[in-house]
């Protein structure tokens, strides 16, 4: 018989992995018989035995959970290989299970992979960026994607370059495994760790040890779904910790309820905003070593409880809402292996407020001669070429590391106060900058239909056009939030925006045009501003926003408190059908559009 042809070898490869499915499938219903089923062993124990209770339960695992089941994503490297190899893109369940390798196949959208990366703490060495600028020149399309998590994605990867991405990215000492799929994103962390004159703490080793915790324990890769951690040390740039499924917050101690004085980290629990929860808190107060352990334990918790029938309810806000949060924190604690020390008597000190603006421009650091400068990244993209330059100016004139922020910016740290002037000069030169507008600043946009196949608009090339059209029309004096979110996944947050754009499909006659749902007065990481955003408008086409969204501005410098009452002070002040109202009769410049 003569050799197969490429299309039917990767036919037939994945003809045999809806056998295995199967098979596994079927071993599985077989296991619900009764209790002299062995219990499940070796790395992926935990997941294995959460699914064979899912059954036991009388359920029905979801096609995501079989696959899994069947072998393990990190186990079809070879598969991967293979198709590298034979310049094919995954199909079918394969496309979900090469996520495990933070590979992303984006068609429709795209008709190629996105790599997304794990950077810990969101801070790259000059020479790491360096590299990733060579390797989205070689192997991608020459440019990165900032996200929300302080991170970077590399698109346009043909089929047969995404293994020497891979290997590119694993030589520059970073790593892409489990950035996508049923796995713990990146790990966030102040973004002016260890340089900020406010911070409580230095995030950046707790970063870095959960990061590594979860490199080196296979169990944190069986969940039933994405799960998202974050470290905020208390200074000045948030990182949006509550809006986590696990959120860290320094705070100060002095004493009482048997707490020695000193700094510990509130344990926030369940945050997801796509959904509207906020992070709850939980009154577990955790000397800095105890974090990484206790989210080891809550990770364990989650994977244990989880739901393996309904994707839909699967995040760990559903655990949370199904056990209830006191029952929940009692697993966290079985999983631990003692009690977690409750904050009841103990003397707390308030969190200094956070200013999610507080990134853009040159801030003075705690080392006395030294700051950071706070770059504005056009929605978060920024080309090889630039990537270069900004690794040769920290090298130059910083110490050579560079920050990402959740707000999709960047910082370079430790720039001496004789070199900020040239400093700036010379990122000015990328075609980058320090300052913005008021409204430019404040621009946070998902991958949007470009890239992303369930985006509806096409978010980031209607963030420019809604930035080029108000910064001309409205004098605001001070930054204001706009979130673009492609769909209901949210990864711009559009819920904790000052002003959050969902995109959505809007009638036109007989035709369906890209549009938006606006909501505002959302705000997040500070109590003094946490809260969802409310509905304003549905379903407004792209054309009709921008002058919409001109009169709200116009309106909330028209009818504010005083100049220093913020946007979202304005919005909760009023009913939405007052601030209806006083856009309605705001006056809007008469320029072309």
């Known amino acids: 018989m003569s050799d197969f042809d490429e299309q039917q070898k990767q036919w037939l490869q994945g003809f045999v992995s809806g056998i295995e499915a199967r098979k596994a499938a079927n071993k599985l219903a077989g296991r619900t018989a009764g209790a002299a089923a062995a219990a499940p062993v070796g790395p992926d124990a935990l997941q294995h035995a959460a699914q064979d209770r899912a059954i036991a339960a009388g359920g029905k695992l979801v096609a995501e959970e079989t696959a899994k089941r069947a072998r393990h994503p990190f186990d079809r490297w070879d598969e991967v290989v293979g198709r590298a190899e034979a310049g094919q893109f995954p199909k079918g369940i394969d496309v979900f299970l090469t996520k495990y390798q933070g590979l992303f196949y984006v068609a429709p959208a795209q008709d190629s992979f996105m790599c997304r990366l794990r950077i810990p703490n969101g801070i790259l060495t000059a020479s790491q960026m360096r590299g990733l600028a060579d390797a989205a020149d070689s192997f991608g399309g020459g440019y990165a994607d900032v996200t929300t998590r302080a991170n970077l994605q590399i698109r346009e990867i043909p089929a047969r370059h995404a293994v020497d991405l891979l290997l590119a990215v694993q030589d520059l000492g970073l790593t892409s495994r489990g950035s996508g799929a049923d796995n713990i994103r990146n790990i966030t962390g102040s973004p002016t760790a260890g340089i900020d004159p406010q911070e409580l703490y230095d995030t950046r080793p707790l970063c870095r040890a959960m990061h590594h915790y979860i490199l080196n324990h296979r169990e ?85 409880h989880g739901d393996r029938t309904n994707r839909a309810k699967a995040r760990l806000k559903y655990v949370i809402d199904r056990m209830g949060r006191e029952a929940f924190v009692a697993e966290v604690e079985k999983e631990y292996g003692k009690p977690l020390p409750r904050a009841a008597g103990a003397n707390v000190t308030p969190r200094v407020l956070a200013d999610k603006h507080g990134h853009i421009g040159v801030h003075g650091q705690k080392q006395p001669g030294l700051n950071y400068l706070g770059l504005v990244l056009p929605v978060g993209r920024i080309t090889s070429e630039q990537m270069r330059g900004l690794a040769q100016i ?58 992303c196949k369930f985006a509806a608009s096409n978010t980031k090339g209607h963030a420019l056009k809604l930035a080029d059209y108000l910064e001309i029309r409205v004098a605001l004096d001070t930054p204001v939030n706009i979130h673009l979110t492609g769909c209901h996944h949210s990864c711009a947050q559009h819920y904790v925006g000052d002003i959050g754009l969902l995109a959505a499909k809007v009638d036109r006659g007989e035709d369906s045009v890209e549009g938006y749902h606006v909501f505002i007065g959302g705000g997040a990481a500070s109590t003094a501003e946490q809260a969802m955003a409310r509905e304003y408008a549905q379903s407004v086409a792209f054309d009709d926003l921008p002058p919409l969204l001109e009169r709200l501005l116009a309106a909330y410098l028209a009818h504010r408190q005083a100049p220093t009452e913020s946007f979202y002070e304005f919005c909760r002040r009023h009913e939405i059908a007052e601030l209806r109202k006083f856009a309605a009769a705001a006056p809007v410049l008469a320029l072309a559009a």
């Open 220 to 304: 944190m890769y069986g969940l039933p779904r994405k799960f998202n951690i974050a470290f905020d040390g208390g200074g000045r740039v948030p990182v949006l910790e509550d809006t986590n499924d696990i959120g860290f917050v320094a705070t100060e101690v002095t004493g009482g309820g048997g707490f020695e004085p000193g700094v510990y980290f509130r344990l926030q629990l369940g945050g997801i905003t796509g959904h509207l929860d906020f992070a709850f808190e939980t009154g577990v107060l955790l000397k800095p070593e105890e974090c990484v352990p206790v989210a080891g334990a809550v990770v364990r918790a989650f994977a244990i």
């Open 394 to 451: 920290a090298e130059r004139f910083g110490s050579g590391t560079l920050r990402f922020t959740v707000w999709q910016n960047l910082l370079i740290s430790d720039v001496a106060d004789r070199d900020v002037g040239v400093c700036i000069a010379a990122v000015n030169a990328l075609g980058l900058g320090i300052e913005a507008s008021a409204i430019r600043r404040g621009l946070v946009a998902c991958t949007g239909n470009a890239g």
